[in-house]
């Protein structure tokens, strides 16, 4: 094999292919990337094992063929050549190794044949459909800071990606909780999409999508079976194993019933939560609102280290209610906000509170309150 | 040269021979009256218990352990004289000792003489930090105007009131700091008083293995003699920063105490940084349900200990030990601490179920850490678990039951497995 190509098209691939290796590896050969020439393309793959990714970028090619070198290491090295060189990947098959070749920079790499490179194999797709980045983007972005981190209830450990009945008809949805909060975010139903198996797309294939993502009238091919998933850009594929398990009934924990609203600007609402917050050093500081006629008055109360309190206009026209919550929860939620003012539905201190963006139902976030 | 007789506790100026008794129990050195940082440790503490309450076991072995399976935790010095040592399983202990006396740990008279100690201590310093039943750290700096004399005096004091009023011994490391007192309580043992001065500290640490640095067990020593450190000298030629870069804060640490130098204080009740309790089997064990029910029980003993320090854990680990002795820790954080036997139960249980069923382990415990006051446990409750708060006020109710009538009086039928 022998291919030459334009750095920044380099790094770009390698990149994407060294973010899903595993950096602490017992199996050498998945330390690497499999690197395929052939046509005018050169083709990039890397796998844990459980996420493949693969990205074709045009190359001059003056021999096909095939090798693995370590993906971090290559990374490197296109990372620190110079913008805009011209970089030559050449297999010197007798030695195992791979010259990296740029202006007067030489590099040689151990190989390990491409015969070795576990590829993920192929599988039926039930579902197939086009989803514009966008899209995608809100629905795992606005959903993944509430993806559980307890391995023991490794159905947690992603977002679950179904077809659901919303507010108005059926949606495409994704839900992630970790038993505190909860998010289920919703966007139109494509078409394709509607015998999708609801699957729990892993944690870190959610980040590896999100690099897809950046583009937002980019169109994702989505194909989705019972096992798998895979999101593919012209030029890169992503495929992962789904989490097998079954995602709880959420909807039961989503309370309807809510009737205490409270709307408020949530910028507003979020830096003087994040000011309070300030005087505790704890992990885990509580914040108490303090919700009264138009009023609401953010405390915090840490014995050791000191207190705050800092009131904020409103709209709030009920009965009043005192009512704590973990404070990074409530950042994380208001933080979800972007276009108008956060609306929370409150029951009682001990009950889930709501959480949506104005009128808008596509977005809704749950959050349970702590005791203080 | 600044020397004290450790019978009549005189102080003198250089002697082989105690100017007032003339007994030769003498510690002598130039820094003797200076120095204020103190390491107690009693000898074979538990052994010197039951041999004191039954003077028949005098000139015996003695080993104090449990069970055919378990562990010597105290071997007298005759046992010692024979190779037995602490940690070591009881089997190769009487392998090497057969007519060892074995005795099963009474804790509470141990707590009792450790109390009376401690009382003991009181009387010479409040800067008293105890690491175990036996041993402690004492800072005296500052207290020989009120009591008249410098701490070597007042250190040679408490071991012979320990010895006449309690009947047991202890050995006094004297130095300037917690890392030179801790070897020195080990220079001179049993019955011993050895003490570091300032000026020798470099010369005395260079030929000396770094594994006498307390901490550095198994894992670190050899991961020291991969990097070819296994003298203090070799320490002391490291860069700082690459001792940093290859072994983290304790890179740094190493730096510090190849120098002779430790800047830790010595703290009253230093808080707990994990709270566990673990079982050996008398057999290994590989019904998961036997499995279950002793994991339950350690929990549950956890849970307890937690309610009662009030402390909660953030962290649950379970600990494993398989027939091959090979040890497997899980750990798992939990968003919200716990104190609840249920909560760290259905973590451990968790763990214990990505384990591969039907092997067979002859240890199981369970544990907290990351620990955190209890008033700040279990305040956000878990949507998934509604059952959850049903089992916790369930578990109040039978703490205030166990509370009145006796740890006994209500069981959870998953204990009696």
């Known amino acids: ?372 | 040269m600044p020397s004290l007789c450790r019978d009549c506790l005189t102080e003198f100026e250089t002697g082989p021979r105690c100017p007032a008794c003339g007994r030769p129990r003498i510690v002598a050195h130039d820094e003797l009256w200076d120095l204020s940082i103190a390491h107690m440790d009693c000898d074979a503490f538990y052994a010197s218990v039951e041999k004191r309450d039954n003077p028949e076991l005098a000139d015996k072995p003695v080993i104090i352990g449990g069970g055919r399976r378990g562990v010597v935790s105290t071997a007298c010095y005759v046992a010692r004289i024979r190779g037995v040592r602490s940690a070591m399983p009881m089997f190769k202990a009487l392998k090497l000792c057969p007519e060892a006396v074995i005795i099963k740990p009474r804790m509470q008279v141990y707590a009792e003489v450790s109390r009376a100690i401690r009382a003991m201590m009181e009387d010479l310093t409040p800067s008293i930090e105890p690491l175990s039943l036996d041993e402690a750290f004492l800072d005296l700096t500052g207290t020989a105007r009120l009591h008249g004399h410098p701490p070597a005096v007042m250190l040679a004091r408490l071991v012979k009131r320990m010895h006449t009023e309690l009947g047991v011994t202890g050995s006094i490391g004297l130095s300037h700091n917690k890392f030179l007192a801790k070897i020195a309580s080990d220079l001179d043992k049993p019955n011993g008083f050895a003490v570091i001065g300032k000026t020798e500290t470099q010369d005395f640490l260079r030929p000396k293995p770094v594994r006498m640095i307390w901490g550095v067990g198994g894992a670190g020593q050899e991961a020291l003699e991969r990097a070819g450190i296994r003298t203090f000298e070799d320490l002391l030629r490291w860069d700082r920063r690459d001792l940093h870069h290859r072994f983290g804060s304790m890179g740094e640490r190493l730096w510090h105490l190849a120098r002779g130098e430790d800047t830790r204080r010595v703290t009253r009740d230093a808080a707990p940084k994990s709270i566990s309790n673990e079982t050996t089997f008398a057999d290994d064990i590989d019904d998961p349900e036997l499995l279950d029910g002793h994991l339950w029980r350690m929990c549950e003993k956890v849970a307890d200990r937690a309610k009662a320090k009030g402390l909660a854990g953030r962290v649950v680990t379970l600990k494993l030990k398989q027939a091959d002795f090979k040890l497997l820790t899980r750990r798992q954080s939990l968003p919200d601490a716990t104190q609840y036997a249920d909560r760290i139960y259905r973590m451990a249980r968790g763990l214990f179920d990505r384990e591969p069923q039907g092997r067979a382990y002859r240890l199981i415990g369970a544990g907290i850490s990351d620990l955190v006051p209890g008033s700040m446990a279990d305040r956000v409750p878990d949507m998934l678990d509604p059952q959850a708060e049903t089992r916790a006020r369930a578990e109040r109710a039978t703490d205030t039951i166990r509370a009145r009538f006796g740890e006994d009086a209500i069981l959870k039928g998953r204990s009696l497995r």
């Open chain 1, 1 to 372: 094999m022998k291919v030459s190509m334009e750095r920044s098209t380099l790094l770009r691939a390698v990149s994407q292919a060294q973010s899903v290796v595993e950096r602490r590896n017992t199996i050498p050969i998945l330390a690497n990337v499999l690197i395929e020439a052939e046509g005018d393309t050169v083709a990039f793959r890397a796998t844990d094992l459980d996420i493949e990714v693969l990205d074709r970028a045009a190359a001059m090619v003056e021999r096909a063929g095939g090798t693995t070198v370590s993906a971090v290491t290559l990374h490197e090295i296109v990372r620190k050549l110079p913008d805009g060189a011209q970089v030559v990947l050449a297999e010197d098959t007798t030695a195992g190794r791979l010259t990296v070749t740029a202006g007067r920079s030489n590099f040689s790499l151990a190989t390990l044949p491409k015969e070795d490179f576990p590829v993920m194999a192929s599988s039926e797709y039930a579902s197939n459909f086009s989803a514009k980045a966008g899209v995608l983007r809100r629905l795992f972005d606005k959903s993944k800071f509430a993806i559980s981190t307890e391995e023991t209830r490794y159905y947690l450990n992603g977002v679950y990606m179904h077809v659901a009945d919303g507010e108005d008809g059926r949606a495409l949805r994704c839900v992630a909780t970790d038993g505190h909060r909860l998010a289920r975010i919703d966007a139109e139903l494509l078409s394709g999409a509607e015998d999708m198996p609801g699957v729990i797309v892993p944690r870190k294939t959610v980040g590896e999508l999100r690099k897809l993502l950046d583009d937002d009238d980019a169109d994702i091919a989505v194909s989705v079976s019972e096992t798998k998933v895979r999101f593919a850009t012209s030029d890169i594929t992503l495929t992962s194993k789904v989490i097998d398990g079954t995602f709880p009934d959420y909807t039961r924990v989503i309370p309807s019933g809510n009737t205490r609203k409270l709307e408020v600007d949530a910028g507003d609402f979020a830096k003087a939560v994040d000011r309070v917050a300030t005087v505790s050093s704890e992990r885990s500081r509580a914040v108490k609102l303090q919700l009264d006629e138009d009023r609401l008055v953010l405390s915090v109360n840490a014995p050791d280290s000191g207190n705050a309190e800092e009131e904020i206009a409103v709209a709030y026209g009920d009965e009043p209610l005192e009512i704590g919550f973990n404070a990074k929860y409530l950042l994380e939620i208001a933080s979800q906000v972007d276009r108008e003012n956060a609306v929370f539905l409150f029951n009682s201190a001990g009950d889930p509170t709501l959480m949506r963006e104005g009128s808008d139902t596509s977005a809704v976030y749950v959050v349970m309150p702590m005791r203080v």
